[in-house]
């Protein structure tokens, strides 16, 4: 039997574009298959290293900014690729989801296998709603997910 | 007319996201500047018309880091004018829950951020491949605050569980005691941190700041007390107004803190310590001696170790409010509305958090002002920076941006409720 | 917008790298854009026409090359390569 998916939002309601995560992370927990977890997080590292422990399957969704049109998405696989630190330029906090990831890799704690979605948004003061634009792509990235999710569930 | 080609091939900088800006001028410094991002601004605005049971929670969401020092803060201040007083064990697990968020915070600041920062490390990441063992010492110690602060907020980030008058729910104590033999390993681990800390080159630099804190009659403060200053400032939270204002700067948006007639003034960790050391545990007193701190410091980057010994003290007090825990009859006691202003002040991890609401007779909340510990820090941090910079304006412009961004972590400014991005930039103004 | 404040951060290095004379003028920059960080040669010089305005890069032409390797350490980058100058 496969081990478990965990999806982890991660976000700031009250920073505009900044909640994309945690909303992708809402919609699904209403869908979830049996064994996927769904969370939401602040995005402060040290409590993600926690957030994802004993899951085999992580899914990872976050606002970022990396300077490309708002609604990009982006798609990491971290064991494939190192995250790119300029991507989340608006972390909210000096220690954030780009170096959760890497110090997980130097202390052994990475899952086996961990996909980031970014959301890349276009606000990020203090307010509550997202961009038209931002909308758009946590629909997208749910839809991907529910795919994603749904085709690993049906080779379990 | 001469054509040449100028190698260069270094990565090219962005502009604009500097939070820190240091200018100097033929060897002097002109300036120094901190550009501020500060949304509770927008969250006055937005608890406007809001019930007054709501501001905790609201207000909560501003930080993902200090959460439970907004809860508080909003609670005490909402009971404050309603004319309620939360005391007894409910009053205690308010204390305890608080101890878990300062453990948290205090853990992550020191481990992951500052500690690199002194062993010339660009982060905890590079100091992970060297110091495996430390980095994990302090994912864990961290792990033992979270415990807290899941077992008393109902979950563990944005708790859930504080309301007005005390608790949605309360733990049994068999619950809180399951936590004790966790608290005690990491306590040990915590009076390790110190030693460990103490340790770490810290750079001479001293100056006289005025201290601001609470001050309670028998305990380090989190939640009461009185704000005192080693200048002789003593008074009631109700009064805040009348002595510290808050003043618009051009080159930010956010306000300075100031205290009337008088300037910046230092709140946080090394604010708490000189103003209540006499307040500690023993084996918190015991832990700063043996570090070679006295009842007294002035060296900002010190702030290190005092946030290991008020780790220290954070564990020592939640084994004893565990231990002394007899729950209460009911999880909260009533608050109702009534036309009024209340105030509050708390401790948060960062340095005293001011809440002040005005709500009317149905807690329909009129106007509310938040002040956070960092846009009090401000004009201390600007000043540091200005002398730190004077002093070492010879070191090669790395080392100074280096020891000008170690200089700002002294005060672990918030990232997400105050400054944006710790980013310095040092501008060489052509004579 | 992060186009803007790269490209003004990139003016005011390109100042300081030249700045004493006896640079008169600049005519060339050229710049190296990792695949990771998101921007594109085309925009960068819209952005770069704009900024010059008024500075030392004004009229100077912006030479965009760019780089395949997404393992690059400086694939999230840009790099100032060179610049070319008048005397």
């Known amino acids: 039997m496969k081990l478990k998916a965990r999806v982890i939002g991660i976000g700031n309601d009250y920073q505009s574009d900044d909640a994309a995560g945690r909303i992708v992370a809402r919609r699904l927990k209403t869908w979830a298959p049996p064994g996927t977890e769904i969370f939401e997080e602040t995005g402060e590292g040290t409590a993600l290293l926690e957030a994802w422990r004993g899951a085999e399957d992580v899914f990872l969704i976050d606002a970022v900014q990396s300077g490309a049109p708002p609604g990009t998405l982006h798609r990491i696989d971290v064991q494939v690729q190192p995250l790119p630190a300029s991507l989340f330029r608006h972390s909210t906090h000096a220690f954030g989801i780009a170096e959760a990831v890497e110090l997980a890799r130097v202390l052994h704690q990475l899952p086996s296998r961990l996909i980031i979605y970014g959301i890349e948004g276009e606000r990020f003061d203090a307010g509550v709603g997202l961009s038209p634009s931002v909308e758009k792509a946590v629909a997208e990235v749910e839809a991907r997910l529910r795919q994603e999710i749904g085709t690993r569930s049906s080779h379990a | ?431 | 917008m992060h186009e803007a404040s790269l490209i003004s951060g990139l003016i005011r290095q390109i100042e300081s790298i030249v700045h004493p004379p006896p640079v008169r003028k600049v005519v060339g920059v050229t710049v190296r854009i990792g695949p990771l960080c998101a921007t594109n040669p085309d925009h960068l010089r819209d952005h770069f026409l704009l900024a010059a305005q008024g500075t030392i890069v004004e009229g100077a032409e912006l030479k965009v090359e760019t780089m395949d390797d997404p393992a690059d350490p400086n694939a999230a980058s840009v790099i100032l390569r060179s610049i070319e100058v008048a005397e």
């Open chain 2, 1 to 431: 007319m001469k054509k040449k080609t100028i190698r260069v091939d270094h990565l090219a900088r962005v502009e604009g996201e500097g939070a820190l800006t240091v200018t100097i001028k033929d060897g002097q410094v002109v300036d120094a500047q901190l550009r501020i991002f500060e949304p509770p601004r927008f969250f006055e605005a937005f608890l406007r018309g809001r019930s007054f049971t709501e501001a905790a929670d609201i207000t909560s969401r501003i930080c993902g880091i200090c959460p439970v020092a907004y809860q508080m803060s909003a609670v005490h201040a909402m009971e404050d004018a309603c004319g309620v007083q939360v005391a007894g064990p409910l009053r205690a697990l308010r204390r305890l829950i608080y101890c878990g968020e300062w453990i948290e915070s205090h853990v992550l600041h020191i481990y992951m951020l500052h500690a690199p920062d002194f062993l010339g490390y660009a982060g905890a990441i590079e100091m992970a491949k060297d110091h495996a063992d430390i980095v994990q010492r302090g994912l864990q110690i961290k792990k033992a605050g979270n415990a807290i602060i899941s077992l008393m907020g109902g979950r563990s980030i944005h708790p859930i569980n504080v309301r007005l008058g005390g608790f949605f729910k309360m733990p049994t104590k068999r619950e809180l005691a399951s936590l004790t033999d966790r608290l005690l390993w990491a306590r040990d681990a915590a009076v390790e941190t110190v030693r460990w800390a103490a340790t770490l080159p810290f750079p001479d630099y001293e100056r006289e700041y005025e201290f601001v804190a609470l001050r309670h009659p028998d305990e380090y403060p989190f939640n009461e007390g009185r704000l005192v200053s080693n200048r002789g400032l003593d008074l009631s939270v109700r009064e805040y107004d009348e002595y510290f204002e808050e003043e618009q700067v051009p080159h930010s948006n956010a306000l300075h803190s100031k205290i009337r007639g008088r300037g910046g003034y230092f709140v946080g960790p090394m604010a708490r310590y000189n103003l209540n050391f006499d307040r500690l545990s023993p084996l918190a007193q015991e832990t700063a001696r043996a570090a070679g701190l006295g009842p007294t410091c002035r060296n900002p980057f010190k702030s290190l170790l005092i946030r290991g010994v008020e780790v220290v003290y954070a564990f020592d007090e939640a084994l004893r409010l565990i231990a002394a825990y007899e729950a209460p009859e009911h999880p909260a006691v009533p608050v109702l509305p009534r036309p009024a202003v209340g105030y509050a002040a708390t401790e948060a991890p960062r340095g005293t958090l001011y809440h002040r609401y005005r709500i009317d007779e149905q807690g329909t909340i009129l106007d509310a002002k938040i002040v956070p510990p960092t846009s009090q820090n401000q004009k201390v941090m600007e000043e540091d920076l200005r002398r730190v910079v004077e002093k070492e304006i010879d070191l090669p412009q790395e080392k100074l941006t280096w020891r000008c961004e170690q200089t700002i972590r002294n005060y672990d400014p918030c990232i997400s409720c105050s400054t944006h991005f710790l980013r310095l930039e040092i501008r060489n103004e052509m004579g």
